[in-house]
């Protein structure tokens, strides 16, 4: 009895270590599930392991390097509501129904609904707008319940700056439409847009779209003519940026609008975040919550860098004369 105490201690030492083993290694095997959501880009843009859309691309390429590969150990479902406000709660439902482990939104009324939808599965939000004022975290230091992420502005100074830069390019500017939704209008960016116009002294009147349906915004824009277009920060401008910009080279309208994006695609000039870094930096908050991080306790992040892009091309077109001072303060001159 004595000698079998040995072999019976030598198996349970074994026993524990190859369990631990395998424990190990099937913990290393989890399939993680990524939902992310669009309020307006095609979903045909979003697809493949290099997405052509800039943000989705920016995110799988972070997710890859931190060790999470599509088909792998990560189930990555796109979706996008395509403009329709309406779709906004069956695609967040049928991702909860999918037992997604984070759900990645664009935009305010996005993570809204999920908010309203679940309080269990974290929401990370990659491009929101004043999201403390929008009441989707309690602070940005301790967002609270289960929503936190990163905000595409740096509070209202940013819009009043990018309206002050559009004067700085086109000196005596009596009259400046607004091209947003009426939320865009309403909400606190909107909102320092218009505080700021009375304070520079430039008439700012509303050309409102609905969300993705901009004929009727455009045949105002045409009808009324005003000096320049002053383009809202949303999601829905983001998705159509090639209209947006067209639209502004064919109708002579000098713009200024908030994402690099569409002065690439041919827009005279933009003030903002990088938004496929923020969509970059939100793969490093999911990966932390993959790790066990709680969502309540991890600050909203507000971007550090704005970034001033000049179309020197479409400058030209229009028979804008960009200050020198302008081009000095350039990060990306496109000729």
Partial sequence: MRGMLPKLAVMLILGALFGGARAEAQESQ???????????????????????????????????????????????ERRSAEGLIERFDGILAELLDLKMDVIVTAGNDLPRAAKRLTNVVPIVMAS??????????????????????????????????????????????????FVGTNDDWEEPLGQATRAAAKTLGVGLVHAEVTLGEFDSAFAMLRRERPDALFVANSASNYAH??????FALNSRFPAIYPFRE???????????ANVPDLYRRAAGYV?????????????????????LAINLKTAGALGVTVPLSLLLQADQLIE
């Fill in 128 to 177: 929101s707008r004043s999201p403390v004022e929008a009441g989707l975290v309690a602070t940005l230091a301790r967002p609270g319940a289960n929503v936190t992420g990163l905000s595409i502005d740096g509070g209202p100074g940013t819009e009043a700056r990018r309206l002050e830069l559009l004067t700085v390019a086109l000196p005596r500017l009596p009259r400046v439409a």
């Fill in 241 to 246: 940026r090639h209209r947006i910009a067209q």
């Fill in 262 to 272: 569409i002065v690439e695609a041919g827009g005279l000039m933009s003030y903002g």
């Fill in 30 to 76: 989890r399939t993680y599930r990524v939902g992310l959501v669009f309020v307006a880009s095609p979903i045909s843009q979003m697809l493949g392991p290099e997405p052509v859309h800039p943000s989705v691309r920016a995110f799988l390429h972070e997710m890859r390097r931190r060790g999470y590969v599509e088909g792998k150990n990560l189930v990555f």
């Fill in 287 to 307: 990966d932390r919550i993959l790790n066990g991080a709680r969502p309540s306790e991890l600050p909203v992040e507000q971007p550090t860098k704005f970034e």
